[in-house]
């Protein structure tokens, strides 16, 4: 079965800090991968795409994907309050509508 | 620009009562549609997506049943709800015909069955 997996517990960081998510993927024919920040009571709203191998960067966000390690990862920069939520990982793979999400990762930001 | 409806926002429903959500999509055709839920705590579970008018597909064998009557219409209905049947709900879409698109979601229709 496709998977994708984020295993971090909840994650603090302090305010200006950067927080690191990690998310592993099971299937080398992953295509595309998203992350997606969610506010509690809230629902998803996308924050980054990614599709080569490499860093994308947007803001204070930073997308990293590799392909042979099967890892896609995510940065922020300079972290503030507003940033506390849980972030899902997602995967969709080739030939597949559907997108695959991890569990997610709470961060908080602490002032 | 796409925007997409979901409604209502929050639903009480005894158990063994019927249930309809209804999602919309506006600014875009023939898009790729999905129901999802989110437990309490638990990630998201499709439920079901739907490619076109009438085209269903079911991920997860329930009491539930979806349908798109038009093709920006996407309905999740139950006969019968369980208190299993709690949570969140909510609808997605995605332009067809391209792996990179990703999935945009309504704001969610917080359910619970007392």
């Known amino acids: 079965q496709k998977e994708v997996e984020q295993n971090s517990g909840p994650l603090s960081v302090p305010e200006g800090a950067i927080a690191s998510l990690n998310c592993t993927y099971s299937?080398?024919?992953?295509?595309?991968f998203f992350w997606y920040r969610q506010y509690s009571g809230k629902s998803p709203e996308l924050i980054m795409s990614i599709y080569s191998n490499g860093d994308k960067e947007d803001g204070r966000f930073t997308a990293q994907l590799n392909k042979a390690s099967q890892y896609v990862s995510l940065l922020i920069r300079d972290s503030q309050p507003s940033d506390s939520a849980t972030y899902l990982c997602a995967g969709r793979y080739y030939g597949n509508n559907r997108l695959a999400f991890g569990k997610g990762n709470q961060v908080v930001v602490i002032p | 620009s796409q925007t997409i409806h979901q409604w209502p926002a929050t639903l009480v429903q005894p158990v063994g009562s019927p249930l309809s959500l209804e999602c919309t999509v506006e600014g875009t055709s023939n898009p790729n549609l999905y129901w999802y839920r989110q437990a309490a705590g638990r990630g998201l579970q499709l439920l079901f997506y739907?490619?076109?008018?009438?085209?269903i597909s079911s991920e997860v064998p329930q009491n539930l049943s979806a349908s798109r009557p038009q093709d920006r219409q996407f309905i999740l209905s139950s006969k019968k709800l369980l208190l299993s049947d709690s949570g969140f709900y909510l609808c997605?879409?995605?332009?067809?015909?391209?792996?990179?698109?990703?999935?945009?979601f309504g704001n969610g229709t917080r359910l619970t069955v007392t």
């Open positions: 739907s490619v076109g008018i009438g085209q």
């Open positions: 997605a879409w995605n332009r067809q015909s391209s792996y990179n698109s990703p999935l945009h």
């Open positions: 299937d080398r024919g992953s295509q595309s």
